[in-house]
């Protein structure tokens, strides 16, 4: 009998360490859901999808009030507004999720620093990963593309040239908040942007603030997703959550 075999027959059937079997570290207590992966621009089976190139906005509203305005078509594109925030967030509302959503920046580059294609993806509306040309544009780092916004650093600058369409895969984990409106457990996320990982299982201090230090305050398990105009035309398009 070879050796190989031997062991083998030996694994399969009976050998234990201390008295105990293989069959006790088996979990058998719940069964993956089976989902077909997503191929080239088709989302996985089980993803909602927010923005699939229909030209129909109907999944979004203003961030504050009223119908979306933004440019829709093969894909969405920041409409800038004069003295008025013009951003547009989900109907639905998320809390835990996976969100793919694929951004271009324009070809075309006016402005400098923060004023160079500027968005942002807000998780819960509150949370903003960084949407900004970032190709051979200098501003502080963290708040450069890939960032959390004023939070973190990204861990590389994986920015593509202007007018490229860019990839942002993105898992999302929610605040907890104590029936008495304190923290139970803040947020985390990871980013991973064309491919490359840029922010890894990072926490969140809290809400994005533009001025001061962040500090969480109780809001609901889900808020809807946000995206930012701050005055750039940037596009936007395969946009689609799992939820977790
Ligand atoms: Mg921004």
């Not at 030209?55 to 003295?83: C, Q, S, Y």
Request: proline share 7%; hydrophobic share 35%.
């Amino acid at each position: 009998m070879k050796k190989s075999f031997l062991l083998l027959v030996l694994s399969g059937c009976m050998l234990t360490t201390n008295g105990q079997k293989p069959e006790e570290t088996e979990d058998w207590s719940k069964r993956p859901n089976i989902v077909t992966p997503g191929k080239g621009t088709l989302p996985p089976s089980d993803a909602i999808i927010l923005y699939g190139g229909s030209g129909d906005i109907d999944n979004w509203v203003h961030e504050k009030d009223g119908p979306a305005t933004w440019e829709a078509g093969d894909f969405l594109t920041v409409k800038p507004k004069e003295n008025v925030d013009n951003g547009i967030k989900t109907k639905q509302a998320f809390g835990d999720v996976q969100l793919h959503i694929e951004w271009r920046t324009p070809d075309e580059v006016v402005g400098d620093g923060q004023g160079r294609g500027n968005s942002g993806i807000f998780l819960m509306g509150l949370y903003e990963v960084q949407v900004l040309d970032s190709y051979e544009n200098e501003t502080y780092y963290n708040g450069q593309a890939g960032s959390i916004y004023k939070q973190h650093i990204p861990l590389v600058n994986a920015c593509l040239p202007p007018g490229q369409w860019q990839t942002y895969d993105i898992i999302f984990k929610a605040p907890v908040f104590n029936g008495d409106g304190s923290l139970h457990s803040p947020a985390f996320v990871t980013v991973i942007q064309n491919g490359l990982l840029v922010q890894n299982h990072v926490e969140l201090k809290g809400p994005t603030e533009y001025i001061g230090k962040p500090k969480y305050k109780a809001h609901a398990e889900k808020l809807p997703l946000m995206l930012q105009e701050h005055g750039n035309p940037v596009s936007y398009r395969n946009i689609w959550v799992r939820e977790l």
